[in-house]
């Protein structure tokens, strides 16, 4: 993270004699980034955080990817994955490369161990569920629609609450970097002097939840840490509770951004997906595109344009709302559009679309700079008809062609007999030049206004 934070008991000075309430010594540990000149904190352990023994290695962790001759887009249904595993082990690896490597996870248990990735930050996307992130730097409580970023090397236990009668079972997507690199809030976002979040960003400091107390488990036993490093996942004890911290400080733990406090910039016309962007690792981004108002523009086409990202392969987790834009796309669809091909509405969306000043829909969005490839599991439940919906006819009633009726189209405004009609003011078209609230409520309640993909 981007800036500085304390929690817990601390020395005035770095590196100095710090006691125990028994009289020895705290044990200072020093937990840097980039060779101690990046993001670093400093923790004080009630024990060496060195006093650890075994090195029992449990399972591989390296995904095997397929079909990486082969470019498609693809649409993934995750709604019928099945519970499995803890918060770790139910971790399914459906695309990934060498920079990023994105699962989704419904798990079926809780965790009786702590668990550390020291190959790579994690980022989660909780979409069912709230539990607490118990950690070395203290605990996150969560809920749906968090993201909690976990930065390399924390030990932790993601612990998730029995949903109640009404609720689904927990499940998350995770996004983890593969080359070692950290997410974090892309660095326009913030001041080149303080590291301050700016006044563009969509999000700031206070939208970020930074761990709280309880902090210190002073317990001694036979815990198990699983460390995940080499590709593979050791299992360690510790002859104390590894969360042992009694304080620390710095510009490293872990922290939680739920996507409701994202701020939507929307615009006259459409804004394209890196004003969505709310992390970035090296070689990719993530971005939340979330509830907002529409292109006010009166002759705005509030569905994006098609685009060919030309460096980028673009996957999306459809979260809720309706997507308008997509079609055949559910709640837990996962989309992958590959660079290589142009990609954009499905036929028949931009007409239905226009008019629209309020989109509900929510998705998380993974572009990487290089393409992204599936496994099995993905393959398992991926629509293979997916990139053949786009063959069908996308203007039916296309600009400047007679229709039987007699009709035609000019300026997006149907006609008859050729003669064109008036340009189509905001009252005619429903008020959109008062979009920001009467809008916001027609869509909401269900009545109105339709709602359009923003992708
Ligand atoms: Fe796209």
Redesign the pocket.
């Known amino acids: 993270m981007a800036y500085y934070t304390t929690l817990g008991q601390l020395p005035p000075k770095r590196h100095i004699v710090f006691r125990r309430p028994d009289g020895a010594l705290y044990s200072e540990e020093v937990f840097g980034t980039e060779g101690f000149v990046g993001p670093t904190s400093t923790l004080y352990h009630i024990h060496p955080p060195t006093q650890v023994s075994g090195w029992k290695t449990l399972y591989g962790t390296r995904p095997q990817y397929v079909e990486q001759d082969v470019m498609r887009m693809r649409h993934l249904k995750t709604a019928p994955m099945a519970a499995h595993g803890d918060p770790v082990t139910g971790r399914v690896v459906l695309f990934g490369n060498a920079d990023v490597e994105m699962s989704v996870c419904m798990p079926a248990e809780g965790m009786d161990y702590h668990f550390k990735n020291a190959m790579g930050d994690e980022c989660l996307f909780i979409h069912h569920g709230r539990g607490t992130l118990w950690t070395m730097f203290g605990t996150v409580t969560f809920g749906p629609k968090d993201y909690l970023v976990v930065p390399k090397g924390t030990i932790y236990r993601l612990e998730f609450e029995e949903p109640g009668e009404d609720e689904h079972p927990p499940k998350f997507v995770c996004f983890e970097t593969a080359n070692g690199s950290h997410i974090a809030p892309p660095r326009r976002y913030l001041s080149k002097e303080t590291s301050q979040f700016l006044e563009h960003a969509p999000f700031c400091e206070r939208d970020l939840r930074t761990p709280s107390l309880p902090l210190t488990f002073d317990e001694r036993g036979e815990f198990e840490v699983r460390i995940k490093a080499r590709d593979r996942v050791h299992s360690y004890v510790y002859p104390y509770h590894p969360l042992d911290v009694v304080g620390w400080d710095g510009c490293y733990y872990p922290y939680a951004f739920n996507i409701d406090d994202f701020s939507p910039i929307a615009a006259k016309h459409h804004m394209p997906?890196p004003t969505h962007q709310t992390f970035e690792g090296h070689n990719f981004v993530i971005c939340s595109f979330c509830p907002r108002v529409l292109d006010w523009h009166p002759e705005a086409i509030p569905v994006?344009y098609n685009?060919s990202?030309l460096d980028?392969d673009?996957v999306?987790y459809y979260v809720e709302g309706n997507y308008k834009a997509r079609k055949g796309i559910e709640v837990g669809s996962i989309s992958l559009?590959p660079q290589g091909i142009p990609?954009?509405p499905h036929p028949g969306t931009i007409e239905k679309s226009l008019g629209a000043t309020w989109t509900n829909e929510l998705a998380v969005?993974c572009?990487t700079f290089r393409p992204l490839f599936p496994t099995a599991a993905a393959l398992d439940l991926d629509d293979p008809a997916y990139p053949a919906s786009w063959e069908e006819e996308h203007f039916p009633v296309s600009a400047g062609r007679h229709e039987s009726d007699g009709s035609h189209r000019l300026n997006g405004a149907a006609t008859r007999n050729g003669k064109a009609a008036k340009r189509r003011t905001p009252a005619a078209r429903g008020g959109r030049s008062k979009v920001a609230t009467g809008a916001k409520k027609k869509s909401r309640s269900g009545r109105g206004s339709r709602s359009t993909s923003k992708?």
Request: cysteine-free; overall charge negative.
């Open positions: 997906p994006p685009h990202n980028s673009e999306l559009h990609h954009g969005m572009d992708r």
